[in-house]
């Protein structure tokens, strides 16, 4: 196995940072792999902001509940789906905005902001540093635009803290590779026998350092599944400039 795959199978969130800074050096060796990533039809649709103002952090910080290391950390980055050059140039030219509106846009800005987020997630982890996605900005997506001042036709993806790890999870487990690969056709049968998986999960879970807790893969997935999440993000959407269609 080479050093990228051990590192990405080896990859944990990490909540706790020590107070160690990332160096500027890292900082742009960060962005650069994160506007490399591949990009459909080069459209490159994302923008990334750096929270650096303390008051600020902290507003954003409040918004996610759950997710305090977002003050601590040292590095926060807010990645933005965005379409908005693409529509300042169609204004340019009197052109419709029609084609940005409609979902198979908002997918394509939507993937191409989590390629370049994972790029940056591999890039930290090689640089020994550790990351956390924080999609909890989205518990209130409008506040959060208001805050950054983002433009019609962007939204507020997710967030990532990036900083020094001082204490590291075991890795969770993954699905079995049954339960997840199959060859030709979806192997409905395999991907849903979650048995042996839930056993799994429930060792891990008891033996954390952190949080133990006694659950399973599906019981988590009751809970988060028992409600509808975020359902103001439509209309959010809509307010931008998506049509949803
Ligand atoms: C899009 C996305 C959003 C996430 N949002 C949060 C978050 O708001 N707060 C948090 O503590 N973890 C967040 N996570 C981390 C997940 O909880 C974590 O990746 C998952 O539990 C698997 O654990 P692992 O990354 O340690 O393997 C997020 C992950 C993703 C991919």
Known sequence: MNQTIDNLINHVSVRNFTDESITEDQKKQLVAAAQSGSTSEF?????????????????????????????????????????????????ANNLSLDSLKNMESLLVATV?????????ATAAESMGLGICYIGSIRNNIQQVAKLLELPKFTFPLFGMTIGVPAVKNQPKPRLFIQNQVATNTYDSQAFNDLTKYDQEVRKYYANRRTNSQDTTWTEKNLTMFDHIHRPEVASFLKEQGFSLN
């Open 43 to 91: 459209v490159q649709a994302f923008s990334l902001i750096e929270i650096t103002d303390p008051q600020l952090r902290k507003q954003i910080s409040d918004i996610t509940v759950s997710s305090p290391h977002v003050q601590k950390a040292d590095t926060f980055y807010i990645f933005v789906a965005d379409l908005n050059r693409q529509a300042t140039m169609l204004k």
């Open 112 to 120: 191409d902001t989590t390629i370049a987020a994972q790029n940056m």
